[in-house]
C-alpha cells in the first residue's frame, strides 16, 4: 500500500518515525512519502518537505508568511496527486493538514487523522470539517474520547500516548557518559528547553537563563532543536554555568534535577521523564491578546490539562520573568512542592493508556485498508 504522511513540528516528526516503523512492521511492501523531519528520513520512504520550512507560529506571523504556506498546500497538493496514495495520514497540524483533508476528501482519497487537532481548545467549530473530513481519528489524551464522542457523536479510537513509547526507547547511556560526552561537569543539571521554532527560542532562552546567576550550584543546559543550527545560541551561552546540548532531548531528561520549559509537547515529556519543571511561556503580544480573548482553557500545559489540576506552576506572558522564575525553580528544588510533583506524575503516568500507540494507530490503518 501506498501511504502519504503529513507532519509539521518535530514532535509530528518524533511520532511520524515511530509510526512508519510499525507500518513498515505490518506492511513489509509499503510505500511512504512524507512532510516531516529528519528522524521520519532515518526511518526510510521519501522526504518531500522538512518541517523547518513549514513551522510559523501565532496569528500575526502566520499572516506575514501567508504566501509561503499557500504555496505549501499547492505543491503538497501536487505531490499527493503524482503518488496516488491509498491513505494520507495526517500528524496534528491542523492549519495545513484540514486544508489538504477538504481537498483529497473530495477527490476519494482515504483520509487518517493521528493526533487529534487540539479543537478542544480552541476552533471547536472545526469539528464539522473533521466530520465530514475525516474518515478516522486516532487520539492520544484521554479526555479526548469524550470530548468527541459524547459532546460531538464522532467516533474516534484511544490508542494511548505515543510519548510513552518514544521515552522508554531512551538512550541508555549512563549519567557519567553524558556528562563526559557533552562537556558537562558534576554540578546538578537543570534543563532548559525553550522550543523548537527560531522565533519562540529567541522570545524565551533570555528569559530562562536570566535566574542562572542565582544558581550557581546548578547548570543550566539548552536543548539544542533537531531543526537549528549551534551558531543560533550561542548569543545566549553568555557565561560558565551555561551548556548547550543538540539534539540529546531525551538524554538530557534524564540526567536532569529540574528543567524549565515553553509550552507545548515537552511538557509532557518532562513530566514522563519525572523532573519537576515551571512552564513558560512568553508570545508575540497581538497573537497573546488574541489567544486570550478565544481560547478558554484553564491551563496551558498538558501535564495540568490532563491531570485537570495545577500540578506545575504556569507562567505566562508578564508573569513570565526573572522573579518569578526564580521563585518558583526555587521551590521544585528545595521544598515539599517537588515531592509532591513527582506524585502526581506517576497519576499522569497512568491516566495515559500505557505503551504501544505507534503499533495500535499503524494496525488500525492497515486493517482499516486490507
Known amino acids: 500500500m501506498k501511504y502519504y504522511i503529513i507532519a509539521g513540528e518535530a514532535s509530528g516528526d518524533l511520532h511520524g518515525s515511530n509510526l512508519m516503523k510499525e507500518l513498515f512492521k505490518k506492511d513489509p511492501h509499503a510505500e511512504i512519502r512524507f512532510w516531516g523531519g529528519d528522524l521520519m528520513q532515518n526511518v526510510g520512504g521519501t522526504l518531500v518537505k ?44 491542523p492549519g495545513f493538514n484540514l486544508r489538504i483533508a477538504k481537498w483529497a476528501k473530495k477527490l476519494g482519497i482515504k483520509t487518517h487523522y493521528y493526533i487529534s487537532p487540539q479543537i478542544w481548545a480552541w476552533k471547536e467549530n472545526r469539528i464539522s470539517d473533521i466530520k465530514r473530513d475525516i474518515d478516522k481519528m486516532f487520539v492520544i489524551l484521554p479526555f479526548e474520547k469524550k470530548f468527541y464522542e459524547e459532546k460531538h457523536q464522532y467516533p474516534v479510537d484511544f ?23 557533552n562537556n558537562l561537569s558534576d554540578k546538578p543539571i537543570i534543563a532548559i528547553l525553550p522550543g523548537s521554532r527560531k522565533q519562540e527560542i529567541t522570545k524565551m532562552l533570555q528569559i530562562m537563563l536570566s535566574v542562572s546567576n542565582d544558581f550557581p550550584e546548578y547548570q543550566f543546559v539548552i536543548a539544542g532543536a533537531p531543526s537549528q543550527e549551534y551558531s543560533f545560541y550561542t548569543p545566549f551561552i553568555t557565561q560558565s554555568n551555561i551548556q548547550f546540548v543538540a539534539n540529546k532531548t531525551y538524554d538530557l531528561l534524564q540526567n536532569a534535577t529540574a528543567a524549565l520549559v515553553t509550552s507545548g509537547t515537552a511538557t509532557l515529556e518532562t513530566a514522563l521523564f519525572k523532573v519537576p519543571e515551571v512552564v513558560c511561556y512568553k508570545g508575540n503580544w497581538i497573537s497573546y491578546q488574541i489567544a486570550k ?38 521551590k ?10 513527582l506524585e502526581k506524575y506517576i497519576i499522569l503516568e497512568n491516566k495515559l493508556g500505557g505503551h504501544g500507540a505507534s503499533e495500535k494507530t499503524a494496525a488500525l490503518i492497515v486493517k482499516d485498508l486490507f
Open 50 to 93: 522538512h518541517y523547518r520550512e513549514l513551522a510559523f507560529m501565532g496569528f500575526i506571523e502566520v499572516v506575514f508568511n501567508l504566501k509561503t504556506i499557500l504555496n505549501n498546500i499547492t505543491i503538497c497538493k501536487k505531490n499527493i496527486q503524482e503518488f496516488q496514495p491509498d491513505v494520507l495520514i495526517f500528524i496534528d497540524y
Open 159 to 181: 490508542v494511548g500516548h505515543p510519548l510513552i513509547d518514544a521515552i522508554q526507547n531512551k538512550s541508555n547511556g549512563t549519567e557519567i557518559d553524558f556528562r563526559k560526552q
Open 293 to 330: 480573548r478565544i481560547i478558554t482553557l484553564k491551563y496551558i500545559s498538558l501535564v495540568n490539562l490532563i491531570m485537570d489540576e495545577e500540578v506545575v506552576t504556569e507562567l505566562i506572558q508578564d508573569e513570565c520573568n526573572t522573579k518569578r522564575i526564580k521563585e518558583e525553580l526555587h
Open 332 to 341: 521544585i528544588l528545595k521544598t515539599e512542592k517537588r515531592n509532591t510533583i
